[in-house]
C-alpha cells in the first residue's frame, strides 16, 4: 500500500533522530495538554498539532488504555492521575539533579541554600544544602508553604498573569506568618513587579523574623523551578545581597544548561 510523502518524511525525521514516530507524537499531545490547562477536546489537539484526528484518536485511546489520559463525561480529555507519580518521581531527581548547584552557591555565598518548585497553589521544597555556619536556616525538604510569603514564591510567580495570581491568592488566602508578611493582593502585585524589574526575589523576615532569603528562578526549566539563599537578617544585608544575586543567577542559569542537557541527552 502506497504511503504518502507526509508520512514517508514523518517516518524519516524519526528514524533520523533515533526516535519512534508515535511515542514522539503521543509525548507530544500530553505537552499540548498540558499547556492548555490539562483538558482538551480532539479538533483542539487537532489545530495545534497539525495531525489528522484519526491519528490523535488512535494515540488517545492508547493514552487512555495506559491511565495517562482519561476521557471525561462531555468527550473531552484530560491528564490522567498515572501521571502524578512520574511527576512526583521527575520532582525528587531534579532535586538530586540540583544539589551540586546548591552545594555550589553555598560555598560561594556562606548561606543556606534551597530548590522549589511550584506545585499547584503550594510551593515544595525539593532540594536544600545547608551552610557550614553554627547559626544557619533549615528547611525541610517536602515542605509546603503558601507563595505569598517566600522569596521562591516570588520568583516562581513574578511573570504570571495578574488575573492569575490573584485567583491564587484568593484560592489559598494571605495569611500573616508575621508582622512583615504581604497580605495584600495589590502589595504583592507590586513585589512581583519589583521581582520582575531587579530580576531577584527578597523575603525580607516574611516567613519568619530575623531571617533574609534571597531567589531567582531556573530560567527554562522543565516544571517552574527556583534556587534561593536563606540566613540570618545580620548576615544577609543589602550589602551582601549585592554580592550574592549574580552568584545566585549564575547558578540558575548553570542549572538550567544542565538540566537541557540532560533532557536532550542520550537515551
Known sequence: MPTSSASTTDAAKAANSGGVQSLERAFDLLERMADAGGEVGLSELSASSGLPLPTIH????TLVACGYVRQQSNRRY?????????????????????????????????????????DGDEIVYVAQVPSKHSMRMFTEVGRRV?????????????????????????????????????????????ALELVRASGYAVDDNEQEIGVRCLAVSV??????????????????????????????????????TALANTAGGNA
Do not use: C
Request: glycine share 8%; proline share 9%; no cysteine.
Open 58 to 61: 488512535r494515540l488517545m485511546r
Open 219 to 256: 530560567p527554562n526549566s522543565p516544571t517552574a523551578a527556583a534556587v534561593s539563599i536563606s540566613g540570618p537578617a545580620g548576615r544577609v544585608t543589602e550589602a551582601a545581597t549585592e554580592r550574592i544575586v549574580p552568584i545566585l543567577q549564575e547558578v540558575a542559569q548553570d542549572l538550567s
Open 146 to 190: 503558601l507563595p505569598h510569603s517566600t522569596g521562591v514564591g516570588k520568583a516562581l510567580l513574578a511573570n504570571t498573569p495578574p488575573d492569575e495570581v490573584r485567583a491564587l491568592l484568593a484560592r489559598t488566602g494571605m495569611p500573616a506568618a508575621t508582622e512583615k508578611t504581604i497580605t495584600t493582593p495589590e502589595g504583592f502585585l507590586d
Open 78 to 118: 484530560a491528564l490522567g492521575p498515572r501521571l502524578i507519580r512520574l511527576g512526583e518521581s521527575a520532582s525528587r531527581l531534579l532535586g538530586t539533579w540540583a544539589r551540586p548547584y546548591l552545594a555550589r552557591l553555598v560555598e560561594e555565598t556562606g548561606e543556606t541554600a534551597n530548590m522549589a518548585l511550584l
